[in-house]
């Protein structure tokens, strides 16, 4: 009697363990694996600048990221990318752009993150063809160069935090200095989207650097009720109003001022638009600016 229900429990004990075992690999093959990052090869950088018809100057690499300077017909721009595993996705961390214009030198970067990077572009076809090494100054101690190979333009990292890019000096093959040009400290915009409906696809366009150059376009993407973007690139300075594009119910939606006649960039570094959408409301006069804050003087 004591034999068989011995061998009873010994069997269930057996059973429980086996059912264990089981359950704990079946549960390490269902875990979802950790994602991580890497940089894209070239042949997604060149599937990436296809589909957004844009022609690669130069990149750069950054860590798990890489940046990329490019041209279009009408404005330059730098994308930073990185590629999640295993999924494989590539997809852009930030971006800026800027139209182009008669100005000798283009800069545009960005100051967060660890590694903060300016790409300059040389727009003087003298300048270009003379330029061997470019030179930034981050303050009147400190300096980051880069040579040319050539190219019409460069991205320069700095190996660590810095409050602004101040002047790029162009460099020829005998050390002599070309043309320098003073930057101003670089602006930044997020927004805040204090409506109880989703934006989706935002861009916020602000006026070009010159009368005649095209509006400077910054991407946020969707933003959802009630949160708040990172901070993005304004090249051309952020202004107490903008236009703005987006998409509802699959349609693009233009949103436009009247002029910037008479208008400049506020005094500051980092602002924060509070935005709401009322989509009842007819296109053209959906999205609301309540309020610019600024975050950093």
């Known amino acids: 009697m004591f034999a ?3 061998g009873q429990i010994k069997n269930g004990l057996v059973c429980r363990i086996v059912i264990l075992v089981v359950t704990m690999l ?16 070239q042949n997604e950088l060149q599937t990436f600048a296809r589909d957004r018809n844009i022609t690669p100057i130069v990149d750069k690499l950054l860590d798990d990221s890489l940046v990329i300077l490019y041209e279009t ?12 595993e295993p999924q494989g996705l590539l997809s852009a961390v930030s971006n800026g752009s800027a139209a182009k214009s008669d100005q000798p030198i283009l800069t545009i970067g960005q100051l967060t993150g660890t590694q903060p990077f300016v790409a300059v572009v040389i727009q003087d076809m003298t300048l270009r063809a003379k330029t061997i090494a470019i030179e930034i100054a981050i303050d009147s101690q400190n300096y980051l160069t880069s040579t040319t190979d050539g190219k019409s333009g460069v991205v320069i990292v700095s190996p660590s935090p810095v409050q602004g890019w101040k002047t790029v000096t162009l460099y020829d093959a005998q050390g002599r200095g070309l043309y320098s040009q003073s930057g101003n400290p670089l602006q930044q915009l997020r927004v805040l989207n204090r409506g109880s409906e989703d934006i989706k696809g935002l861009t916020i366009l602000f006026p070009g650097t010159t009368a005649d150059a095209e509006a400077v376009r910054i991407e ?3 933003v959802p009720a009630d949160k708040t973007t990172d901070y993005r690139n304004a090249t051309s300075g952020v202004y107490r109003y903008s236009a703005f594009a987006y998409t509802l119910d699959g349609r693009l939606i233009n949103q436009a001022v009247m002029d910037w006649v008479g208008e400049s960039p506020m005094k500051g570094a980092k602002f924060t638009y509070r935005l709401e959408l009322n989509s009842r409301k007819e296109p053209g006069g959906q999205i609301q600016l309540i309020e610019v804050l600024v975050d950093e003087p």
Do not use: K
């Not at 079946?26 to 090869?41: E, G, H, K, M, W």
């Not at 017909?73 to 999640?84: D, E, H």
């Open 26 to 41: 079946f549960a390490s093959a269902c875990q979802i694996a950790t994602p991580t990052f890497r940089p894209p090869n």
């Open 4 to 6: 068989r229900s011995w």
């Open 73 to 84: 017909n009408t404005s330059f721009g730098y994308y930073l990318l990185r590629v999640q």
């Open 220 to 222: 946020f993407g969707d």
